[in-house]
């Protein structure tokens, strides 16, 4: 099964793109040039056309705080790096399937 991948260089950027595409699923860095991935989260998932995308947090920041303020934001999941293959295919059989 083959997927069709966007990108976005910032926060901003990805705001913009899930607005506009309205993807199945989103992976999201938390740390992000202009816009946190935690603000973009919380955007997206106050917004009536974008809050039932799940999103889900790929990040170094491990720590039980920051997967708080992950779930907070609003925040189907979260992973942290480094990402092991058979973690993006959960991630993907759980939300794409």
Do not use: W
């Amino acid at each position: 099964m083959g997927y069709e991948v966007l990108e976005a260089d910032c926060g901003i950027s990805a705001i913009e793109i899930a607005k506009r595409e309205r993807p199945d699923l989103v992976l999201m860095d938390v740390m992000m040039p202009e816009v946190s991935g935690y603000t973009v989260c919380a955007q997206l998932k106050r917004d009536s056309d974008t809050k039932e995308i799940p999103i889900v947090l790929v990040t170094g920041l491990g720590t039980e705080i920051n997967m708080q303020i992950g779930r907070r934001m609003g925040a189907n999941g979260y992973l942290v790096k480094p990402i092991k293959p058979d973690q993006l295919r959960e991630v993907f059989n759980k939300y794409l399937t």
